[in-house]
Each structure stands twice: as structure tokens, then as C-alpha cells.
């Protein structure tokens, strides 16, 4: 789980063959759609104009990335001269999202299992490039910390009551930050160290443990400041593990990204927010400065 919450993704969390069924689903359903679109001697714009739709969600449906409404695949294949094709490709998606609706069952069973599915992951991958907007990085929580967190998507989700077990399952996989041969670069933005989880003290605990851990070799943390000058303007959280896997963050469902020409452009966008970040004493100049404004923003509040 990447960030600091509970994830509904399309991965599993004690059956990974399900994961695998709806990612490669989805993304067999978006070749096919493809497919039709050239046999139409159609551009992705041309299509998208031609139903009213954003140019860019022809790519996302054909990617994997955004599951299509029954609506939508019959005005694709209506403007492709392809209503033939309709049923099948109704029947296609309704399977998938049996599939992922399966898995969304499943992992209800409670948040412990979604810090447990990733652990594989985590311990294969070498390079790690993490990017949050609101909260710290899941492999730099405090136990209070992440707590906090898991409370929340407990009652926001109406998720079965393991917080307990979910904060020692986090705090298990933070063991990767000091074994193998790994690295790891963090970016996070500034208002992360200001969105208080927890009370004053749980942030005091957690922005100490995050100065704390940016002492380590393997770990390379920058703070991309407020009001300093950005490169990249895109929004949300995203993991990339390797070259191999990006973890895109969302409400109730994630994405996970496995295109090398996504990744690509992910990696593209890391770089970005990566100049618009500090590092070494001016992060930690950030941090010090969140502390120190932590009791004021407390009484603020009351």
C-alpha cells in the first residue's frame, strides 16, 4: 500500500492470481477496443469528438486504466461501424468487473491484508521513487502515526476493525529500510508535514521519526516547498517500484501501471517534482519549522 491509507486496487491481497486476471482483463479489453479504432481508420481524437469525450479517454480505455461503461462501448463500437461487436465486448466487461467487485469482497476483509500483499514487492524491488502529496510516506510511520490513518479508511470505507493487527503489519515492512541493497527517494510535499493525523503529539512523534530516518545512506528525502518554484504541476500520490510497477493512489480504487511507456512518463514526471524539491538541511530546515508551528496550529483549531 503505498502512502500512508488503506487501498481498494485492482491487485490482491491473499490472491494475487485474481489481481493478475483483472489487470490483464482490463488491459486485453483496452487491445481489443484498440483494435476496432484502427480497423475504423479512426484517430483516438477523432473517436473522442465524435462521442463528446476528453482525447484523453481513449487512452485511458485503452490502457487498462479506466473501465468502460456499457454506454461507452456501444457508442465506440456505433462510431466504428462495429455494433456486431457490442455484445461481446459488453459481456467482456461486465466479467472483469465481477472480477475486481470479487476482489473489493475479499479485501474487505480487513486492512491488515492490504499491508501484507505487497510485502513480495517490496522485497524485490531495488529502487524505490515515492511521491506524496498529503501524508508521510507508509515506510516512515510512527505507530501512532498510521493509527491515525487506518482509523480514518476504517470509517470512511466501512472496513472491519484491525487497526491493531494493520499498524504491526506496516511497521513489519518497514524492515526493507535497513536490509539488502535497496534505495529509496522520497519526495513529499510540504503541506504533507502540516496535515495533522492524530493529535499534536502523534505529529511531533512522526515528523521526529522522519528526521530521524532521513540520516540513513540508502535514503534520499526532499520536500518540495509550498511556495517554491514547481515543474511539474500534475497531481496525486504515485509509487514507482523499479521500472517495473507504478502504484497511482485514488478514493476508493488504484491503479496499477505496468505499460513501459507509462512508467516512462511517471518516471518523467518524478524527475519534475524532484527539481522542484530540497534536500539535505533545507528539508530538514522544513521540518524543524513544521514542529515549531505544531502547538499553534493545534490551538488554532480549538
Keep these: 500500500m503505498p502512502g500512508g491509507r488503506w487501498r481498494s486496487r485492482i491487485v490482491s491481497t491473499s490472491l494475487p492470481e485474481l489481481s493478475v486476471q483483472v489487470r490483464q482483463a482490463r488491459e486485453a479489453l483496452g487491445v481489443r477496443l484498440r483494435e476496432i479504432r484502427r480497423?475504423?481508420?479512426?484517430?483516438?481524437?477523432?473517436?473522442?469528438?465524435?462521442?463528446?469525450?476528453?482525447?484523453?479517454?481513449?487512452?485511458?480505455?485503452?490502457?487498462?486504466?479506466?473501465?468502460p461503461?456499457?454506454?461507452?462501448?456501444?457508442?465506440?463500437?456505433?462510431?466504428?461501424?462495429?455494433?456486431?461487436?457490442a455484445p461481446d465486448l459488453l459481456a467482456s466487461a461486465r466479467a472483469i468487473e465481477s472480477l475486481y467487485m470479487e476482489y473489493r469482497r475479499k479485501l474487505r476483509a480487513g486492512q491488515k491484508h492490504a499491508q501484507v500483499f505487497d510485502v513480495p514487492l517490496y522485497e524485490e524491488t531495488r529502487l524505490f521513487r515515492i511521491y506524496e502529496a498529503l501524508v508521510l510516506?507508509?515506510?516512515?510511520?510512527?505507530?501512532?502515526?498510521?493509527?491515525?490513518?487506518?482509523?480514518?479508511?476504517?470509517?470512511?470505507?466501512?472496513?472491519?476493525?484491525?487497526?491493531?493487527?494493520?499498524?504491526?503489519?506496516?511497521?513489519?515492512?518497514?524492515?526493507?529500510?535497513?536490509?539488502?541493497?535497496?534505495?529509496?527517494?522520497?519526495?513529499?510535499?510540504?503541506?504533507?508535514?502540516?496535515?495533522?493525523?492524530?493529535?499534536?503529539?502523534v505529529m511531533a512523534g512522526q515528523l521526529d521519526r522522519t528526521l530521524a530516518v532521513m540520516s540513513l545512506p540508502r535514503i534520499s528525502l526532499g520536500i518540495i516547498p509550498i511556495m517554491g518554484r514547481r515543474y511539474s504541476l500534475t497531481q496525486g500520490s504515485f509509487w514507482i517500484f523499479d521500472d517495473s510497477l507504478v502504484q497511482v493512489e485514488g478514493v476508493s480504487a488504484g491503479l496499477?501501471?505496468?505499460?513501459?511507456?507509462?512508467?516512462?512518463?511517471?518516471?518523467?514526471?518524478?524527475?519534475?517534482?524532484?527539481?522542484?524539491?530540497?534536500?539535505?538541511?533545507?528539508?530538514?530546515?522544513?521540518?524543524?519549522?513544521?514542529?515549531?508551528?505544531?502547538?499553534?496550529?493545534?490551538?488554532?483549531?480549538?
Design 137 to 201: 510516506p507508509g515506510l516512515l510511520h510512527t505507530a501512532e502515526y498510521a493509527a491515525g490513518i487506518f482509523r480514518f479508511w476504517e470509517s470512511f470505507l466501512g472496513l472491519p476493525d484491525d487497526v491493531d493487527a494493520a499498524v504491526a503489519a506496516r511497521l513489519e515492512r518497514q524492515r526493507i529500510l535497513y536490509s539488502g541493497d535497496r534505495r529509496f527517494v522520497m519526495l513529499i510535499e510540504e503541506r504533507a508535514l502540516r496535515t495533522q493525523v492524530g493529535d499534536p503529539d
Design 256 to 302: 496499477d501501471v505496468t505499460q513501459p511507456s507509462e512508467i516512462a512518463l511517471y518516471a518523467k514526471n518524478f524527475e519534475l517534482l524532484q527539481q522542484s524539491a530540497v534536500f539535505g538541511q533545507d528539508a530538514r530546515d522544513l521540518i524543524h519549522q513544521a514542529i515549531a508551528e505544531i502547538p499553534r496550529t493545534a490551538n488554532q483549531a480549538t
Design 69 to 85: 461503461s456499457d454506454s461507452d462501448i456501444r457508442a465506440w463500437c456505433r462510431s466504428c461501424g462495429s455494433e456486431d461487436q
Design 39 to 67: 480497423e475504423a481508420g479512426l484517430t483516438g481524437r477523432a473517436l473522442a469528438e465524435l462521442n463528446g469525450w476528453h482525447f484523453t479517454k481513449i487512452s485511458k480505455l485503452e490502457n487498462g486504466a479506466q473501465a
